[in-house]
């Protein structure tokens, strides 16, 4: 399983568990600068799993308590939020 450091395991956790999706006020945080972690490191850890996808799943599902059969499904779910968080 692939451990995911902080900042995207931390803000999974707390912005994208299954219980209390809070996307929304996630791209409220980067996209007004006022977010209390590193954008950048975030951004680059995002693209990265997006770009290497291998093993993710596990690691997400445990931290959010999402249910993801596989890493292509963990990935759409990853570009998803990037793209509401970034753009």
Same mark, same amino acid.
């Given at each position: 399983?692939?451990?995911?450091?902080?900042? !995207?395991?931390?803000?999974?956790?707390?912005?994208?568990? #299954?219980?209390?999706?809070? #996307?929304?006020?996630?791209?409220?945080? #980067? /996209?007004?600068? #006022?977010? /209390?972690?590193?954008?950048?490191? +975030?951004?680059?850890?995002?693209?990265? +799993? !997006?770009?290497?996808?291998?093993?993710?799943?596990?690691? !997400?599902?445990?931290?959010?308590?999402?249910?993801?059969?596989?890493?292509?499904?963990?990935?759409?779910?990853?570009?998803?939020?990037?793209?509401?968080?970034?753009?």
């Amino acid at each position: 399983m692939m451990q995911l450091e902080n900042p !995207i395991g931390r803000i999974l956790r707390s912005f994208c568990h #299954v219980e209390w999706y809070e #996307v929304d006020e996630l791209a409220e945080l #980067v /996209k007004g600068g #006022v977010a /209390k972690f590193d954008i950048g490191a +975030l951004k680059n850890q995002f693209e990265y +799993l !997006i770009a290497n996808p291998q093993g993710i799943a596990n690691g !997400i599902n445990e931290i959010t308590a999402n249910e993801f059969e596989s890493d292509a499904e963990a990935r759409i779910w990853l570009e998803r939020i990037y793209q509401k968080v970034f753009y």
